[in-house]
C-alpha cells in the first residue's frame, strides 16, 4: 500500500474516532459471510458503524486524534473491527443479541472499548456495557423521577375534590 493512501486512511479513521463518543473494538474474524452480513444490517439498524482495520493504522489513528486511547493498544491485535456508536450501550447490545441470536455463534468477540469517559479491557466487561444506561434513558429517568411527586399532588387534589364534593353533595341532600 503506498504512503500516500496509508495517510488517508490513517486521517480517515482519525476523524471517525474523533467524531463517536464511544469506541468498541472486537473481533468478528471467523464468521462466514452471511453471518457478516447479518452483523452489518444489525448495526446500520443500531446506528453503529462497523469498520473493519489494520490494527496498525488504527493505533496511528488513534494517536493521531489527541486522546490517549494507549489503554486500548494492547488489545489491538489480531483482527480487529471498531463499531462507533454515539449510544453508550448501542455496540454492547449489538454484539450481546447477535451472539443471542445467531446459531453457534461465538464472535463478535469484545476485546475493549472506550465509553463514557472509561476504559474496559475484554469480554467479561460486556454485561456491564449492555447495562449502562444511555443519555436518552437517563434523562427519562430524572423526568419520571421530577415527574412523580407532581402527579401524586395531583392524583390526591383530585380525589380530595371528588370527597369534597361528595360530602358537599351529601349535605345538600340531607338538608333538602
Request: net charge neutral.
Amino acid at each position: 500500500m503506498r504512503k500516500e493512501l496509508k495517510d488517508q486512511l490513517i486521517d480517515s479513521l482519525c476523524e471517525e474516532v474523533k467524531a463517536y463518543p464511544n469506541i468498541y473494538i472486537a473481533d468478528i474474524g471467523g464468521l462466514n459471510s452471511v453471518q457478516t452480513s447479518k452483523l452489518r444490517r444489525a448495526a446500520f439498524r443500531k446506528e453503529v458503524k462497523l469498520v473493519v482495520v489494520k490494527n496498525t493504522l488504527l493505533i496511528k489513528a488513534m494517536e493521531k486524534s489527541g486522546f490517549d486511547y494507549s489503554e486500548l493498544f494492547d488489545v489491538i491485535k489480531g483482527e480487529t473491527a471498531i463499531m462507533l456508536s454515539n449510544t453508550n450501550n448501542a455496540p454492547a447490545k449489538l454484539i450481546k443479541d447477535f451472539r443471542t441470536n445467531e446459531k453457534n455463534a461465538t464472535k463478535p468477540i469484545l476485546k475493549g472499548a472506550y465509553v463514557e469517559e472509561s476504559f474496559y479491557i475484554g469480554h467479561e466487561h460486556l454485561d456491564e456495557l449492555v447495562n449502562i444506561k444511555s443519555k436518552n434513558e437517563l434523562i427519562a429517568d430524572v423526568v419520571a423521577l421530577l415527574q412523580s411527586p407532581f402527579q401524586n399532588v395531583m392524583s390526591q387534589l383530585q380525589s380530595g375534590s371528588n370527597t369534597i364534593t361528595g360530602v358537599l353533595k351529601t349535605l345538600e341532600e340531607r338538608e333538602a
